[in-house]
């Protein structure tokens, strides 16, 4: 028999979610302000205060409550920030945030028939109806970009395989003779690991060179497929970006399209980041078709600022996705209902969506925060958001060109801006590579706008990425003053 205090020991806080809820809203609110210096830098204010081995008696819920609203929030990461325009994710609005809290507690296990399970499938049609995918897409949401682009090259994968005669999520790999995808080579690193554990292997990847304004030559890559084509190998399919992590390049859609479907090969495109620019008239040419394509990834944890772990992968064929990720039946999940039987318990029935259509089988319902946003600023609201995040982007482009000491590196596309700083009598670039390390560090110190770097032409390029809910044409302008700031102060030394 268990004692009194062990039982007392075992039972987690199962009711007043509002109580709990409550203690920590002032925090959050107050971590949503963004104030005072950035916390997370103080390690050492917090790590002492989490770190410890595996208590052996609980320390309560008051106590777990507490910990997250002074230390954890307190020193939380700040990228959704105003500011921050350093990465592609961003931190989520309001709305989807709590609608996650929502669906993790009333919409878990997101196969079984319930409003999430329906509202996963809607926000799924909205997502393809913004960003015009014809109805005849399947759709999936997973955990983010990674897996949106696997489940596409999944689907890659399973079609060539099939041409060939062969099922390779059933029987393996073995059949493909030196497989092949190709892409410009601006791809995203996920994309080859795709291939590594799709079993293709990273070196299948053919990256097709581009010319100096990133447009990758359509001949080389027809003459790549044609030769591969020749010597046995075997083509399987081309991966585009729409929204190139580093400039923002879109690359040409429509194109690389025709190329791989002459050769009947499958067209991927990878839309983590830039799949909803199609919504600014001024860029949506350059997307094509997206109705055309095989299949496409796209991020809602990124420029729809749902919460972290939300990415979508689409695909034409869905049958396709259901015999690449097909699970065998098994005597545990059984959900026959006897015809006589007139009420049947929700939990006899899936209901929208099929567990055959990507890697997870529990998962929660991501798409109830994609659902909340798209309910709450409706498509008219996205199509403002990315026309800002694009306008931040061509203000600090227009201020570059401007001013004499800095350098546009690239053009705009989306809402990426590379430059640099480049005072005339700096020739060496050593030296100006330098500078830009510098001046880079020192802004993101002061924490007032914080840009990444990338590499332009094998140039040290200052990134900023305009795509927080919170960021408009002023962090831009911040960031500019912020560059030419550090570089007055490093420049005076
Ligand atoms: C972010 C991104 C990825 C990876 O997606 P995650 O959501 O980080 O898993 C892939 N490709 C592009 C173009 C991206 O922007």
């Not at 039972?11 to 916390?39: H, K, N, Q, S, Y």
């Not at 081995?53 to 910990?67: D, F, K, N, Q, S």
């Not at 799709?198 to 990847?205: E, K, V, Y």
Request: aromatic content about 6%; glycine content about 10%.
């Amino acid at each position: 028999m268990e004692s009194d205090s062990e039982q007392r020991a075992e039972r987690a806080r199962t009711d007043d979610l509002a109580g709990a809820v409550a203690r920590l809203l002032p925090a959050l609110d107050e971590f949503l302000r963004f104030e005072g210096p950035d916390r997370a830098l103080e390690r050492a204010l917090w790590q002492p205060r989490l770190e410890e081995p595996l208590p052996e008696r609980g320390a309560g819920a008051g106590a777990v409550l507490e910990l997250l609203a002074e230390v954890v929030i307190p020193a939380g990461l700040r990228i959704g920030a105003p500011g921050f325009c350093g990465w592609v994710t961003t931190g989520p609005t309001v709305v989807p945030a709590a609608a996650g809290l929502a669906a993790s507690v009333a919409a878990a296990q997101k196969w079984w028939q319930s409003p999430g399970n329906f509202l996963e499938a809607q926000a799924l049609r909205w997502l393809g109806d913004l960003i015009g995918l014809s109805e005849r897409f399947t759709g999936v949401f997973v955990s983010g970009g990674a897996q949106a682009n696997l489940v596409g090259l999944a689907a890659a994968r399973q079609h060539a395989g099939e041409r060939l005669g062969f099922d390779p999520s059933a029987d393996g790999v073995a059949g493909f003779q030196e497989p092949r995808v190709y892409s410009p080579e601006h791809v995203h690193h996920v994309v080859l690991r795709a291939l590594g554990v799709l079993g293709l292997g990273r070196s299948a990847l053919v990256k097709i060179a581009c010319d100096r304004s990133g447009r990758p030559d359509l001949d080389r890559l027809d003459d790549a497929i044609r030769d591969d084509l020749r010597e046995g190998r075997v083509p399987i399919a081309v991966a585009a970006s729409a929204g190139d992590v580093n400039t923002g390049r879109i690359d040409p859609i429509d194109r690389l399209r025709e190329v791989a479907h002459a050769h009947g090969l499958w067209l991927h495109v990878d839309g983590a980041y830039g799949g909803f620019g199609v919504l600014d008239e001024r860029v949506a040419d350059q997307f094509g078709d997206l109705g055309q394509v095989d299949s496409l990834a796209i991020d809602p944890h990124k420029w729809l600022a749902a919460p972290i772990g939300c990415g979508a992968g689409f695909v034409r064929d869905g049958d396709l996705l259901a015999r690449a990720f097909a699970l065998e039946p098994s005597d545990y999940v059984d959900v026959k209902v006897p015809p006589d039987v007139a009420l049947p318990s929700v939990f006899d029935s899936l209901g929208a969506g099929d567990p055959d259509h990507s890697l997870e089988h529990s998962a929660p319902s991501r798409g109830v925060a994609v659902w909340a946003i798209l309910k709450e600023i409706g498509a008219a609201g996205m199509r403002a958001r990315v026309r800002r995040h694009l306008d931040c982007a061509r203000r600090v482009a227009e201020r570059v060109r401007a001013h004499p000491d800095l350098e546009l590196l690239a053009e705009p596309v989306l809402s990426i801006c590379c430059f640099r700083c480049h005072p005339e009598r700096i020739r060496s670039s050593g030296e100006l590579e330098r500078l830009n390390r510098a001046i880079l560090a020192e802004v993101r110190a002061r924490g007032r706008s914080i840009p990444s770097s990338t590499r332009v032409h094998n140039k040290l390029a200052i990134r900023p990425c305009f795509i927080g809910a919170r960021t408009g044409l002023a962090e831009a302008d911040l960031l500019v003053d912020e560059v030419l700031a550090a570089a007055a102060r490093l420049l005076q030394n």
